[in-house]
């Protein structure tokens, strides 16, 4: 009775998700299909925790719930609101019993004749010895020492697809950045007339500091439950964003927080990243013997580790701390360059791309 | 049946299940006076009544019941506490919510005041006295 | 014909997130604007991220599965449980890093729509594909 609960559940969720997504697809004015993805969203957020993924919930609701409709609202106001499509009301409905009716069908078909997804009871072999000796103090040889598993196989096990996939998100930033080179904007910041009134301006004040402690509660326990570096770099990257809407750019201008004072926190962040990753081979440079890049805990061979241990008990995690704490940084500064550069006035950018060549500082 | 609850735990649990119906209620009345009122202002204030009365009752009667269900162990103040939380914040949050809303439709025009009696802010924005 | 009640509402699950793929597929494809082509760009990644994470469940016989957490000490009877009940971790784990690299591509295919936008004047790639140069 139990389990069937959670599968009605995640039906009832999936179903509620090909709704919002035909809605997103079909409106032709965007700001509702931004909400409408938005809406599916959630239903798969909620989705992901009954899959028992709650790694996934937390890094994919501040992204897709805060950060994707807020960049695509900027993008929306600086470009066109309407589409231009003609569409009908009949084909909107059509489609919705369509797709549901299809939906439900051909899950009855695949699942009458047998041919459907069954939940096994069994997971594969390299599922089963990464879970064995994610937390396994009598294998120390090859555990990882850290409770959790899917943070253990991020930044221990396969380190270096998290490495690249860094290198991927700073080229992003890098290539952003790049495309509005040479645009500088300063303006003096109006109690009275810039941002939005006192009510939100005093509720913000009170949010922003509980936002900006979770975000790095979310970062510094990704060792030992649910959480990491990048969960807690997107939790934390609402708080920027949040502050921009209701203060305003001005604001950033006037506490002195520009672009090349985010790209420097940045740069220091995956600096941070950087050095754990040779921190075990610098220190076995001085011992005299083996190590390897991305070392967490002693190996066969590479006899340095972090310590995975601390005073009473306290598990540490090795490298995935620093590592966790680090990301959180570089990934907060990477979100709030873009946000910073989306918040330029687009008559000021018009006027600089207007004059032609690079502009002189 | 003797050992699942004592008296308290029985009042914690109709009490949170009480405050749960009231929610059930307010969201019902909220989804009728979305659809049936004129005008964007009267309908943003049934949706903050469903927020309200839909989203926080219920979950300080959420947290009640969690406090009240004996045979969930040590987790059901996890979720006694985070539900209690969320009901906090909700409460901080969906007012100012709403309130930058109105502001911001009747500041750009989107949405026209109709039927209307008095419009104060519109004769303060004429006069110049506010933005 | 006895369907297995369970097996039918994960098929349901499944054969909605072919529907939103293939309903992203139709909105990257036959919607003109280049807005409406990034929102359903985002839809189709997380379609395919929930593809990976269904791939990874497991149904213990007659009692919950547990995600990859191990929140007791590690004696070997907790570890063996952990290893019979806990969620596959590994596809969790790739789809952090899939979903950070979408909204990195995503976040430059905004500003490049911008830039677009201050070159051309328009987001309609019909528009667009008529002019020259």
Not at chain 1, 106 to 128: C, E, H, K, N, Q
Not at chain 1, 181 to 202: C, N, P
Not at chain 3, 107 to 125: A, E
Request: hydrophobic share 55%.
């Amino acid at each position: 009775m139990n389990l069937l609960l959670y599968y009605v559940l995640m039906a009832l969720c999936s179903l509620g998700s090909v709704i919002a997504v035909v809605f997103a697809i079909i409106e032709r004015d965007l700001l509702k299909a931004v909400l409408f993805s938005a809406i599916q969203s959630t239903l798969y957020a909620f989705l992901y925790y009954l899959l028992m993924a709650p790694d996934i919930v937390l890094t994919y609701i501040p992204v897709s719930v805060g950060l994707y409709p807020a960049v695509i609202l900027f993008l929306i106001k600086k470009t066109e609101r309407f589409e231009n499509v003609e569409t009908k009301r009949s084909v909107l409905l059509s489609s919705l019993v369509l797709t549901i009716t299809f939906v439900i069908v051909s899950a009855a078909v695949i699942a009458g004749r047998g041919i459907g997804p069954i939940p096994t009871p069994d997971v594969r072999f390299l599922a089963a010895w990464y879970l064995g000796t994610t937390f396994n103090p009598s294998i120390q040889l090859v555990s990882a020492m850290a409770p959790e598993g899917v943070t253990s196989i991020v930044w221990d096990y396969r380190g270096l697809d998290t490495v690249f996939e860094t290198a991927v998100l700073f080229l992003a930033i890098i290539a952003s950045v790049a495309l509005m080179r040479g645009i500088e904007h300063k303006g003096v910041y109006d109690e009275l007339k810039h941002g939005m009134s006192l009510i939100g301006k005093t509720v913000t004040k009170i949010v922003v500091p509980l936002i900006i402690g979770v975000g790095i509660s979310i970062a510094l326990h990704g060792h030992l439950t649910p959480g990491g570096g990048f969960q807690g770099g997107s939790a934390l990257a609402v708080a920027p964003l949040l502050v921009l809407v209701i203060f305003s750019k001005y604001f950033f201008d006037k506490v002195g927080f520009t672009k090349g004072k985010a790209l420097a926190i940045r740069s220091s962040g995956l600096l941070g990243v950087g050095l754990t990753s040779f921190a075990i081979v610098i220190a076995a440079l001085f011992a005299r013997s083996g190590a390897y890049i991305l070392q967490n805990q002693p190996r066969v061979g590479a006899p340095i580790g972090f310590p995975w241990k601390g005073i009473d008990g306290v598990l540490l995690g090795g490298s995935l701390l620093s590592f966790n704490a680090c990301e959180a940084m570089a990934v907060c500064a990477g979100f709030v360059i873009l946000f910073l550069l989306l918040a330029i006035p687009e008559e000021y950018v018009r006027k600089v791309l207007a004059q032609g060549g690079e502009h002189e500082h | 049946m003797n050992d699942m609850a004592s008296v308290l735990d029985w009042v914690l649990v109709l009490l949170g299940e009480v405050l749960v119906s009231i929610g059930v209620f307010f969201d019902v009345v909220a989804a009728i006076g979305m659809l049936r009122f004129p005008n964007f202002f009267v309908r943003l204030h049934a949706a903050t009544i469903g927020a309200i009365g839909g989203a926080f009752v219920p979950l300080i009667g959420v947290a009640l019941i969690a406090a009240g269900c004996d045979f969930l162990g040590p987790y059901r103040w996890f979720i006694s506490g985070a539900a209690a939380i969320t009901a906090i914040l909700v409460l901080m949050l969906a007012p100012v919510g709403s309130h930058l809303l109105a502001k911001a439709a009747h500041e750009s025009r989107a949405a026209v005041v109709e039927p209307k009696v008095v419009d104060f802010l519109e004769e303060d924005r004429v006069r110049g006295e506010t933005r | 014909m006895s369907i297995n009640p369970l097996s039918f509402l994960l098929s349901i699950v499944f054969m909605s997130m072919v529907v939103n793929t293939a309903l992203a597929l139709y909105g990257i494809l036959a919607r003109p604007s280049l807005i409406k082509k990034i929102i359903a760009l985002t839809i189709l990644g997380d379609s395919a991220n929930t593809f990976a994470i269904i791939v990874g469940f497991r149904q213990p016989p007659n009692t919950n599965p547990i995600p990859p957490v191990m929140l007791w000490k590690p004696t070997p009877q907790n570890i063996d449980y952990f290893v019979s009940h806990a969620v596959d971790p590994l596809p969790q784990a790739l789809v952090l890093t899939a979903i950070v690299i979408g909204l990195a591509v995503t976040l430059f295919l905004v500003f490049l729509t911008i830039q677009i936008y201050r070159q051309y004047g328009t987001t309609d790639v019909r528009k667009i594909a008529k002019l020259r140069g």
